[in-house]
Nanobody, 114 residues
């Protein structure tokens, strides 16, 4: 399965972006999905996850600002990001949860200016 993230860009602090992750196969067959991000010089960390049943969880730093969702019919996972902060600047990736290393795609760059 290939996962292609898109929707990143340059946005001012306080702005919004919606990321999409399109899978080449069924995301139901993958199972639980998640968004991860990697800031410059830092490790790649979990941001948000969504189970096949729709349960969601978020890292504390994005709670109340980010919303993860999935459309199983379209094999797509989304990340709605509101009230963006400069510290949200990173390359964002989608993958399964837990991670399946063969599924890493190129990611999409989000840059938040102050």
């Amino acid at each position: 399965v290939q996962l292609q993230a898109s929707g990143g860009g340059l946005v001012q602090a306080g702005g919004s972006l919606r990321l999409s992750c399109a899978a080449s196969g069924s995301i139901l067959s993958i199972g639980d999905m998640a968004w991860y991000r990697q800031a410059p010089g830092k490790q790649r960390d979990l941001v948000a996850l969504i189970t096949t049943g729709g349960y969601t969880n978020y890292v504390d730093s994005v709670k109340g600002r980010f919303t993860i969702s999935r459309d199983n019919a379209k094999n797509t996972v989304y990340l709605q990001m509101n009230s963006l902060k400069p510290e949200d600047t990173a390359v964002y990736y989608c993958n399964a949860f837990p991670i399946k290393y063969d599924y890493w795609g190129q990611g999409t760059l989000v840059t938040v200016s102050s």
